[in-house]
């Protein structure tokens, strides 16, 4: 069973950063594609960026050019660089990884952005 292990969230100001990691484990193949969501209250969960192995990425148009996603292909990490963070940024963050037809999630883990 793969588990996903985040950590990284927090309380930051906005124009601030932060850093997510996600790390994996337990999987016998390596994960094919790796990615972050978030999800707010009422709203459905939404794709921020995601990473395909080697090191193919796809960002929502929101994060463009403030958010970057990486990968350690060697360790199934992924992580997460958040920069130039405004309000509109807070939510859960949730770490996705899938291999084959299978998809697994991360616990979440809390960005709030606010002054």
């Known amino acids: 069973q793969v588990q996903l292990v985040e950590s990284g969230g927090g309380l930051v100001q906005p124009g601030g950063s932060l850093r997510l990691s996600c790390a994996a484990s337990?999987?016998?193949?390596?994960?094919?594609?790796m990615a972050w969501y978030r999800q707010t209250p009422g709203k459905q969960r939404e794709l921020v960026a995601k990473i395909i192995r080697p090191s193919i990425t796809n960002y929502a148009d929101s994060v463009k050019g403030r958010f970057t996603i990486s990968r350690d292909n060697a360790n199934d990490t992924v992580y997460l660089q958040m920069n130039s963070l405004k309000p509109e940024d807070t939510a859960v963050y949730y770490c996705y990884a899938s291999v084959g037809i299978f998809q697994y999630w991360g616990q979440g883990t809390q960005v709030t952005v606010s002054s």
């Open positions: 337990g999987s016998r193949f390596r994960l094919n594609v």
